[in-house]
């Protein structure tokens, strides 16, 4: 037996920053002559904010949008020359926060306007109109509010912006009548440019885009639509590492239930990724691995660390203890992994947990020295 050596970590989470390139310029193209920035909240996605952050900057992307005002001052340690947007808006007690980092707030209610009106007269803010969501935004009656008291009168409103609940069905009634409302309300609004679309709705049709488009998973490469083809090109891919092999000469009962029996004569690989990665629990027993150019059936319920799979059919030498195992990636579709696991990319993206070992292609740290 040949020893091998087992690489730390569960596995290897590769980003592919040409892909994210690629993908960028293409939402880009599609939306011109509306601007495209990038929304990277959640540490892009999960797939590690600063990387992204800075090769989407490479490639001329100037405004980029985060959840937070926390979010925004890590950010601004990468980007300097960028307009940074913060989703949740002024909260009270952050305002000398987004000062300090030179961050721009989407004011979300009359309480945020007259908050950053106190703290930064004539500053640069966007104005979010709710149109259908009920998350964060302006109501029909608050913005005839704001209106009549004339309160964003004196701030430099860069965009009016909404956000569509449906566009990922393109043949959603929502998304119409959203786009009715967003003109009769920014209409009482001082003149400003508009930003409406996020990934769906970039590549939906021109009406959802506005002056300046959002997109986030399209950038990552999950599909934006609920369902037909998938226009984007994946950007990162998951790898587990096999811990262990083994052979099976009489039927043996698989993981935590015994809820699969291996029949043999047959070989399982144990694989050291588990739920504690965000590998979804759900995908037990229907779960797939890619090896040696072959699709290979998770067998048995996902534990915390492990998951076992069925290798009968590739050769001993490449179904071998730390040989890697695609779990995420161009064989085995994001979009496909989150549907059988009863959710969207973007729940699998964010979830990856913070034991993998993330790699950037090309090498990012290159870069990071030649600043
Ligand atoms: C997250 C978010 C986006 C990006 O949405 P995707 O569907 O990932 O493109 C855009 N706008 C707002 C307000 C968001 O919260």
Redesign the pocket.
Known sequence: MTNHTIPAGPGRLTVDLDALARNFHKLRTIASPSECGA?I?ADAYGLGMEAVARRLFAEGCRRF?VASADEGTQLRTVLAGASIYV?EGVLDGREEVLLGADLVPVLNSIEQIRRWQGAAPGRRCLVHIDTGMSRLGLSAAEVGVVSEQGLVDDLDVEYVMT?LACADEPSHPLTAEQLERFDALRGKLPEARTSIG???GILLNASCRGDLV?????LYGGN?FVSGDNPMEPVATAEGVILQIREVTEPLTVGYGATCTAEPPSRLATVGVGYADGYPRALGNRGVGFLAGEKVPLVGRVSMDLITLDVSGIPPEQARPGAYVELLGPNVLLDDVARAAGTIS?EILTGLGRRWVRRYVPDDTGRQRAK
């Open positions: 929304v909240k949008f989703f956000h996020s990934s769906p959002r997109p986030g998973i399209a934006p973007y």
